[in-house]
C-alpha cells in the first residue's frame, strides 16, 4: 500500500515517513533520533538474509528473532525499549493504514508474560507450591497467598480490595453491599483500576496505586471460598468506613494491609521454606509478585488461551475485555474453574 504524505512515500521509506509524522506531532529532535536508530537496525536486520524482507511484509517470527538477537549484546532494559519503539511504530503505520498488520503484537504479548530465563529463576510445580501453602496456617496469611494464587493479582490491587469488590455465593454478613458489577456473579472477585495512591477511593485515601488497566471480574473457585470464608470469619472490625477486605491482626488492628506489610509476611514464609534469601534478587525469590507469574504460567500451560490468562491479570485491551465480559458465563468462569490449578486448602 502507498500512502502519501508531504515529502515521502511509504513505498520509498517507511522509516523516514514515520519519522516525519513523529516531528509533526511534536517529538523532540532526540526522541526522533532513537526511533530512527531502532528502525534503521531493523531494517538491517531484515535486510541482511539471502531473501531482504521489506518492513511492511515483516513477520512475528521476523519480529521474534530481532529481539532474540539483541538479547545477544543488549541489556534486558534496552531490549524491551527496542522493543517497544518497534511496536510503536508498527501500530501507527497500521493505524494510518499504511502497513496491514503489526507483526510486534504477538512479541509484545509474549515479553508480557514470558517467563525469565535466568538458570537462577527458581520455577516451582503446583505440588511444590501446595505443600508451601499447607505450611501457612494463619487465616489471614494463607487468605492473601491463596488469593494471589488463585488470582494473579498485584500486591497494591490486593490490599485495595474492599467487602464490596467481594460476592460470595453464601457465607457471614459482613456488613457491605457489593458492587453492581458483581451482584449477578456469586463467587466473584471484583478488582478495579480506580484506586491509585494518595486519591481518595470508597471514603478512603489509598496506600497503593492499581496497575490494572481495566476493570476485571474473577471468578472464586471453591478452595479460594472456603478460604476467604475463614478468614472473614476472625476478621477484625475495619477502622476505615471503606471496609477494606484484608486488615491487620497485629499492630495497626483493623487497618487495611499496605504493601510492605504484605511483603514482609510473604517474605517470613518464603524464608522459612528455603525460597528467599537476601542478595537472591527477584529472579530466585518466592514474593507477592512472584506468585503472579506462577499463576500466569500454570494457568496459561493449562487453558492455552493467552486471552483469558491476560483478561484476568488485566492486562488486555478494551476489545478485548468486553468479548470475555460478554462471555461470562460460557467461557471464562467455565475455564478458569475447569483448569485452575489445587493447593489443597
Not at 26 to 50: H, I, M, N, P
Not at 62 to 84: N, Q
Not at 330 to 340: I, Q
Request: hydrophobic content about 35%; charged content about 30%; overall charge negative.
Amino acid at each position: 500500500m502507498s500512502t502519501r504524505n508531504d515529502t515521502v512515500e511509504v513505498d520509498d521509506d517507511p522509516v523516514e515517513y514515520f519519522l516525519d509524522d513523529v516531528t509533526y506531532h511534536g517529538k523532540t529532535e532526540r526522541t526522533r533520533s532513537y526511533y530512527e536508530r531502532v528502525l534503521r537496525d531493523f531494517e538491517a536486520f531484515l535486510g541482511d538474509g539471502a531473501r531482504p524482507v521489506p518492513l511492511a511484509e515483516a513477520s512475528h517470527r521476523d519480529c521474534m528473532a530481532f529481539v532474540h538477537d539483541l538479547r545477544g549484546d543488549k541489556s534486558e532494559s534496552t531490549v524491551a525499549t527496542y522493543a517497544s519503539y518497534l511496536h510503536r511504530f508498527y501500530a501507527y503505520m497500521t493505524e494510518v493504514g499504511a502497513f496491514d498488520a503489526n507483526p510486534m503484537t504477538l512479541v509484545m504479548e509474549e515479553m508480557d508474560e514470558s517467563i525469565n530465563t535466568d538458570p537462577a529463576r527458581r520455577e516451582i510445580s503446583v505440588p511444590e507450591m501446595r505443600a508451601f501453602v499447607g505450611d501457612v496456617r494463619h487465616p489471614l496469611e494463607r487468605a492473601i497467598v491463596v488469593t494471589f494464587l488463585k488470582t494473579g493479582m498485584r500486591v497494591g490491587e490486593l490490599c485495595n480490595l474492599d467487602l464490596r469488590d467481594l460476592h460470595l455465593d453464601s457465607g457471614p454478613e459482613v456488613g457491605a453491599s457489593v458492587r453492581v458489577q458483581i451482584e449477578s456473579r456469586p463467587d466473584s472477585l471484583f478488582v478495579s483500576s480506580e484506586p491509585s495512591r494518595n486519591v481518595v477511593v470508597n471514603g478512603e485515601e489509598r496506600t497503593a496505586s492499581n496497575k490494572r488497566k481495566r476493570d476485571t471480574t474473577i471468578p472464586v473457585d471453591d478452595e479460594l471460598r472456603r478460604t476467604l470464608l475463614r478468614w472473614l470469619a476472625i476478621r477484625p472490625d475495619a477502622r476505615s468506613s471503606a471496609e477494606p477486605l484484608f486488615t491487620s491482626t497485629r499492630s495497626g488492628w483493623g487497618k487495611r494491609l499496605t504493601p510492605d506489610m504484605v511483603h514482609h509476611m510473604v517474605e517470613t514464609h518464603a524464608r522459612e521454606h528455603g525460597w528467599y534469601r537476601d542478595g537472591g534478587g527477584a529472579a530466585e525469590n518466592v514474593t507477592p509478585h512472584y506468585f503472579r507469574h506462577f499463576f500466569t504460567t500454570h494457568l496459561r500451560d493449562r487453558t492455552g488461551d493467552r486471552g483469558i490468562v491476560k483478561y484476568l491479570r488485566g492486562d488486555v485491551a478494551q476489545d478485548v475485555i468486553d468479548t470475555y465480559t460478554h462471555e461470562w458465563g460460557d467461557r471464562v468462569r467455565s475455564e478458569y474453574l475447569a483448569n485452575v490449578y489445587e493447593l489443597g486448602v
